[in-house]
């Protein structure tokens, strides 16, 4: 007896990850591979400036935890990739510190809000950087790659770390604006031990 169909609510990527599939993880290599690349800059100063106040403002929401207002800056269907090699490498065949969907994106976001998320009780108090935001063209006219520094000082219970890198953002346009599809973060220190990192990064 064949399989009953899936229905509209069990393929929303709220529910299901069904679009995490080889072909998603072959698209995401690729996209986040050779794109750094100076012929593809945008020198634009007002195009890096829209970007960069996108940029910020992802910083600012989870700065404010405010986390609905944060996912709804990614589209639907999207990846949100921590890498645990400085190269990034394959998440298929390497460890990630996180390598979230979008049904594992709301989930932690669910958690945090549960009050029951002991490495979050009390919340963190962060504040974060961004700069050296840069503009990529990509392989369509509607999408672009950023990428940008960071620093992130968070300070939870008795102590303050510190933690940096550069991140990697594909954006889409989307009616007026843009969504996130992916971000990659690359933390400089992602192959050492890092304490737990419960805050969204």
Request: hydrophobic content about 40%.
């Amino acid at each position: 007896m064949a399989a009953p169909a899936a229905t509209a609510k069990d393929s929303h990527p709220s529910r299901s990850s069904h679009y995490v599939n080889d072909a998603l993880y072959r698209q995401l290599i690729a996209d986040f591979t050779g794109w750094q690349d100076d012929a593809r800059a945008v020198c634009d100063p007002v195009v890096r400036d829209q970007f960069r106040r996108l940029l910020e403002r992802e910083a600012r929401l989870l700065d404010q935890l405010r986390y609905e207002d944060w996912l709804a800056m990614y589209a639907a269907e999207c990846i949100y990739w921590v890498p645990s090699t400085p190269n990034a490498g394959d998440p298929r065949r390497e460890i990630s510190v996180m390598f979230d969907d979008r049904r594992r994106l709301e989930d932690r976001v669910y958690r945090l809000r549960t009050g029951f998320a002991w490495s979050q009780a009390p919340a963190s108090r962060t504040v974060r950087l961004v700069s050296n935001v840069e503009v990529f063209a990509a392989d369509r006219d509607d999408v672009r790659m950023l990428r940008s520094n960071f620093l992130i000082s968070e300070f939870w219970g008795d102590e303050t770390r510190i933690l940096t890198g550069w991140a990697g953002h594909r954006v889409l346009r989307e009616g007026d604006g843009w969504t996130i599809k992916a971000k990659q973060v690359n933390l400089i220190d992602c192959d050492q031990s890092i304490r737990n990192p419960s805050i969204i990064l």
